[in-house]
């Protein structure tokens, strides 16, 4: 087995993406978060592994990278066989390197406490964190605008030759998002059956925040929910 390491921190990456959905991303803990985003994008390394145990490669970037990694007792329960990498790469960023050695094999990364801990993706699925949404501005009247009714006009009776028509625009109706519309919508469109667990699940409105617990691929989705209500703002 031989381990070749190359590259440094290239710079501090601005990520893209859009802006902070929850006041809790402007926590101390999501700063961190931020710090070790940028140094997986940034830092580039080269890995030539044949065949080796993954908690030795795993080991071997910790090392490199001054992260700290754990890798959960799921990955490798009592009984099953160690799971073995055979990859080669040269110059590649740490997180170009960590995707390539964990989706093979159904594993992801979170952060938790300090912490990138590797687990399977079905147990990162079932992970709930809270994220509070302002969405005061969707708090308001939709107004949808109908079209010009129109009506034809026939002066001096019936057979009579048509003569014009006149216009009369409807009165505008007003559709209003209320707090209950948007949790209900929220249930509704996303998460599937996971809302069924009230004990790991919740989403509740008050002021004009959302306050959500759910796994990160429903947060996703949630986001992406509350981008489509804006489009009408």
């Known amino acids: 087995m031989k381990f070749i390491a190359a590259g440094a921190i290239a710079g501090i990456l601005a990520l893209g993406g859009s802006a902070p959905a929850s006041a809790q991303e402007d926590s101390p803990a999501s700063s961190e978060i931020r710090k070790i985003k940028d140094r997986l994008s940034s830092m580039k390394?080269?890995?030539?592994?044949?065949?080796?145990?993954?908690?030795?490669?795993?080991?071997?970037?910790?090392?490199?990278?001054?992260?700290?990694?754990?890798?959960?007792?799921?990955?490798?329960?009592?009984?099953?066989?160690?799971?073995?990498?055979?990859?080669?790469?040269?110059?590649?960023?740490?997180?170009?390197?960590?995707?390539?050695?964990?989706?093979?094999?159904?594993?992801?990364?979170?952060?938790?406490?300090?912490?990138?801990?590797?687990?399977?993706?079905?147990?990162?699925?079932?992970?709930?964190?809270?994220?509070?949404?302002?969405?005061?501005?969707?708090?308001?009247?939709?107004?949808?605008?109908?079209g010009p009714r129109v009506e034809l006009t026939t002066p001096g009776g019936a057979g009579a030759a048509l003569a014009g028509a006149s216009f009369t625009v409807e009165e505008e109706p007003k559709t209003e998002i209320t707090e209950d519309f948007i949790t209900e919508l929220i249930r509704t469109n996303t998460g599937d059956k996971s809302w069924e667990d009230a004990s790991a699940t919740s989403v509740s409105l008050v002021n004009g925040l959302l306050v959500i617990s759910q796994s990160k691929p429903v947060h996703e989705e949630i986001r992406h929910l509350l981008d489509l209500l804006r489009q009408f703002k």
Do not use: W
């Not at 687990?119 to 949808?144: C, E, N, Q, S, W």
């Open 45 to 146: 390394i080269t890995l030539d592994f044949q065949n080796s145990k993954l908690d030795e490669v795993i080991a071997y970037i910790q090392e490199y990278s001054g992260l700290n990694f754990h890798l959960d007792a799921e990955v490798g329960k009592e009984g099953q066989e160690p799971a073995r990498v055979t990859l080669k790469l040269k110059d590649v960023s740490l997180k170009t390197a960590l995707k390539l050695i964990l989706n093979p094999r159904d594993l992801g990364c979170v952060y938790r406490d300090g912490v990138l801990l590797i687990t399977t993706k079905a147990r990162l699925g079932g992970m709930t964190v809270t994220r509070v949404y302002d969405v005061r501005d969707l708090l308001f009247r939709i107004h949808d605008f109908a």
